[in-house]
């Protein structure tokens, strides 16, 4: 018996927990050789535990005050000793993370292997001319424990409370036993002089094929009967960034085109009927009725449009891994990227061009698009969890 222990990273939201339960849905679940737990807050256990997942019972992240907090050493040890309770309870032969920082204190200390959900921003392969200094990992927008972890810089963090063994530890979570890229070669491309690379299995994208509720569903048919004549744009920031985006909505919206958001901005309740939002959205059911996507380039957004053959524009956020896959996408034709405010004054002149080719039909290289989307269902069909975990035990 193979005992997993699932752990996400404690601030991402769903966006951090998505890639694990989609690994073990379409993956673990049915094996009756595998024994499947993930640490999660009380509120997410409620959730999972409907769905018949098993949850380690602890009472983890329950008080936001924490954190919400800005202290920083005390956030480190209580996640260090929660997962170190978790490791007591479940007493795991294999950890699965998605960016759980402190996890090699539990995992490479106790020697158990390791399997890391990573994505570009953990291996950079973007030429340097483009990428901004000025830019950070999106993990590090505004958040107390991402802040002091920077990337670039993890062999000198400094961590007073705890002493060099568990130090020596924290250094190696970029180096795991094995990694898992939720996405196609094509777009989140290895360095060529990255080392272990055969350590790197690539799974395609781990997202929901999801659809509306019923009480969704009436409100959106709703709005589109009011829009029936006018395109439909879909504007997300994911559940995370909050870059402004008010003034793209309205553009849209005095343009003759309808748009919906998980965006709540004050702008939409001056468009009632010209606005859908709604904080959490089915993504790849709205982007299949949208003619345009508009999205920060999160890791698992930037799927969708792809997927359903929808042209798209991204949003630069000042986030590195954002923005190197934005980069990529626009460079293989089939998306157009709008830089940050702060990074090109001109990025509204910018974002009026790439509408404009969007509205003569020249934004998107369609070609590609379904060259990309054959590559995603071909590595999805090939890859196989057992290879992964076989490999971590290797």
Sequence with gaps: MITILNIP?????????????????????????????????????????????????????????????????????????????????????????DTSFTSPLIAEKNDIPRISIQRTGFFRSIDKQYRNENHGHSIMKGNSLGDSLNFSNLNNLELPKFDDSDLCFFQQYLTPKVKIIPGIPTIERLPENIENRGSYFYSGPLIIMDKPSKNLSIRLEEFLNNNKKKPIVFITTGTIDRTPIENFIEFFVQNNYAVITTCNCEINDAYPKEVFYNKLLPLHYICGISNLVIHQCGSGMYHYPIMNRVPSLTLGTKCYDREDIALRLQELGVSGHIPHPDDDSNYWDIFLKKVNKFEQNTLTDYEMIDRLRVEINEVASNFKMNKVIQYAFS
């Design 9 to 97: 990273y404690f601030a991402g939201g769903l966006s951090h927990l998505i890639p694990l339960y989609v690994l073990h849905h379409k993956y673990l679940r049915n094996n009756s050789e595998i024994n499947n737990q993930f640490l999660v807050s009380n509120n997410l256990q409620k959730i999972l535990k409907m769905q018949n997942i098993n949850c380690v019972s602890l009472d983890y992240f329950s008080n936001d005050d924490l954190l919400n907090s800005n202290d920083y050493p005390q956030l480190v040890e209580y996640l260090v000793e929660k997962e170190k309770e978790a490791f007591s309870i479940v007493k795991p032969s294999l950890i699965i993370e």
